[in-house]
């Protein structure tokens, strides 16, 4: 399969590249990888995420700012779509898939296999690295930009290297990307040390709504619409605080619930080793992987909690 998305690449002159809404650092980072690929290779590419902003914390990586809406407006030949479990995430309109040949990579074991063609390797620590292999066995030049691009991917995607789903071939991969010149201070300075001060007031009051429950397994926080008002931030400035749950001693399972409209939230969630949250997040309509996962919960921010601690009831 790798070598027949190689030869996809290699016999196809125009491509749409699209990730998932709100993106996080592996949608960016694989996403302007597989850009950078093919603009390298002379090819006709675009650039597409349904989330305007793209968060600002990656705006420090140089082809941040090509991310537009353009599917319906540019005919192409091939779209790929990275690090989508389910198509309707990348708010693509099935109508414009007509005729084009769809290429599905990621990593999410609740892929429903929507593509032409579907290269899924839930093993993998992150799209990133599914990208990798499919640039080094085509003999695909990869320059020190792609490689930041996918060192983002895979730096973000495995927590800093600390989750579960970090193997051996994470960090070859990884050593690989530093012999192309990547520079690890600077990705993770500009990823994790830049935070605006608002974000850090926003922080302080996600901490203060922070309760465990079934004897400390469960830890939930949660962000209002008045919150983010207060502090002037959004969605995107809350990257992360979903962690500060999982790191609470004790707990199993970390869930942040943010409320993104009047009365709906976006939930996510993550765990420590043990526990596979996947399944959970299934129930919220959302998806993902054993340890990092999310959904949306419709309704007043009680009914939400309560949601909750019913979807992860087996802890108790």
């Known amino acids: 399969m790798i070598k027949k998305i190689g030869d996809i690449i290699k016999n196809n002159s125009s491509f749409l590249v699209v990730s ?11 996403s302007l990888a597989m850009y950078s690929v093919l603009k390298d290779m002379g090819k006709e590419v675009y650039l597409e995420n349904p989330t305007k902003p793209i968060p600002q914390v990656y705006s420090f990586l140089e082809d941040y700012d090509k991310f537009e809406l353009v599917s319906n407006k540019k005919n192409v030949d091939v779209i790929f779509i990275l690090d989508v479990a389910e198509i309707n995430r990348c708010a693509i309109d099935k109508n414009y898939t007509k ?4 290429v599905n990579i990621d990593h999410h074991k609740t892929n429903t296999d929507f593509g032409d063609i579907n290269l899924i390797d839930k093993d993998a620590a992150a799209t990133g690295c599914i990208l990798w292999s499919i640039f080094e066995e085509n003999n695909f030049i990869v320059s020190k930009k792609t490689a930041t691009y996918l060192y983002v991917s895979i730096l973000t995607d495995t927590g800093s290297f600390r989750y579960a789903s970090t193997t051996p071939r994470t960090f070859k991969i990884a050593s690989k990307l530093l012999e192309k010149g990547v520079e690890p201070w600077f990705v993770a300075y500009n990823v994790y040390e830049t935070r605006l001060l608002k974000e850090l007031k926003l922080l302080g009051l996600v901490l203060e709504t922070l309760e465990t429950y079934y004897e400390g397994k469960l830890a939930v926080s949660y962000i209002t619409r008045d919150m983010f ?8 400035n809350a990257e992360g605080f979903v962690n500060f749950a999982r790191s609470v001693r004790g707990a199993e399972v970390g869930v942040l619930l943010r409320e993104d409209e009047p009365g709906v939230f976006k939930i996510s969630i993550r765990s420590k080793d043990r526990v596979d949250v996947s399944e959970a997040a299934g129930a919220f309509g959302g998806g ?7 959904g949306t919960i419709y309704g007043t921010l009680n009914q939400a909690e309560q949601k909750i601690l019913e979807a992860f009831s087996f802890l108790g």
């Not at 008002?229 to 995107?236: G, H, L, P, V």
């Not at 993902?288 to 999310?294: I, T």
């Open 288 to 294: 993902g992987h054993k340890n990092a996962a999310g």
């Open 229 to 236: 008002i207060k502090t002037d931030t959004t969605a995107e």
């Open 20 to 30: 998932h809404i709100n993106p996080d650092g592996d949608a960016i980072g694989s």
């Open 99 to 102: 005729g084009k040949l769809v």
